[in-house]
């Protein structure tokens, strides 16, 4: 069974543009959560989305979106990129049905580290 | 708020050595414990989990406990192999709150032969 595949790996960008990360979670899983790692503050919460919906928002700025689409791969985008954007941005999957499946049972990808310049 | 306190790292040990990483939370309600680990230029894996008090998660020789009255989830391994370098995660899930995991600032264990 493939697992999350996370796209691209690694990318460059200069500020002020804006970035596109995509994700494909594992096959049949209709959750998929981002989150932002960085040496400084960690791992944090950015936004899951599960059946198309956002259901769950973490405190980041308007300038970070996502969508999902029907076959529940994911998409996040950063406008207006800032220096401190510069992160490892991790995807993480599940079933996301309480009672299936424990919830906070991730299964995540390898990321994308972004690199603003 | 809801938040997750780990011990500083790196922690050190020699091979077969017993390993102990510190985790306590502050939470409303019942929330969901974790320990996410992350080797070397890989993702995160869960290690394992509890989502109830006194319930004890244990995968791969690691145990932790979750302990409603000392609020803590702390993770340990009997003996620990150069394999189990990376670095470790303690995470919480609040009931209700789906898929936000709030994790600490994470753990570096280094183990040399």
């Known amino acids: 069974k493939a697992g999350v595949t996370q796209t691209p790996r690694y990318l460059i960008k200069t500020r002020g543009q804006q970035v596109t990360l995509s994700c494909s979670p594992i096959?049949?899983?209709?959750?998929v959560s981002w989150y932002q790692q960085t040496p400084g503050q960690g791992l944090q919460f950015l936004f899951e989305?599960?059946?198309?919906?956002?259901?769950n928002k973490g405190n980041f700025p308007g300038r970070f979106s996502g969508r999902q689409f029907s076959n529940s791969r994911s998409e996040m985008n950063v406008s207006t990129l800032e220096l401190g954007d510069s992160a490892l941005y991790l995807c993480?999957?599940?079933?996301?049905?309480?009672?299936?499946?424990?919830?906070?049972?991730?299964?995540f990808g390898e990321g994308s580290r972004l690199t603003v310049l | 708020g809801n938040s997750v306190t780990q011990m500083e790292g790196p922690v050190t040990l020699s091979e077969e050595a017993f390993l102990t990483i510190n985790c306590t939370y502050t939470?409303?309600?019942?929330?969901?414990l974790f320990w996410y680990v992350q080797y070397p230029g890989e993702g995160l894996q869960l290690l394992l989990k509890?989502?109830?008090?006194?319930d004890k998660g244990s995968n791969k020789g690691f145990e932790a406990t979750y302990r409603k009255e000392t609020t803590s989830f702390h993770l340990e391994k009997g003996s620990v192999q150069v394999s189990d370098s990376a670095v470790y995660f303690c995470?919480?899930?609040?009931?209700?709150?789906?898929?936000?995991?709030?994790f600490g600032a994470g753990t570096r264990l280094a183990v040399h032969p």
């Open positions: 995470a919480l899930t609040r009931s209700g709150g789906y898929n936000k995991l709030i």
């Open positions: 096959s049949g899983h209709r959750s």
């Open positions: 939470a409303t309600g019942y929330p969901s």
């Open positions: 993480a999957s599940s079933l996301g049905l309480a009672g299936v499946q424990v919830v906070g049972e991730l299964f």
């Open positions: 509890a989502t109830k008090a006194d």
């Open positions: 989305y599960f059946s198309e919906t956002q259901r």
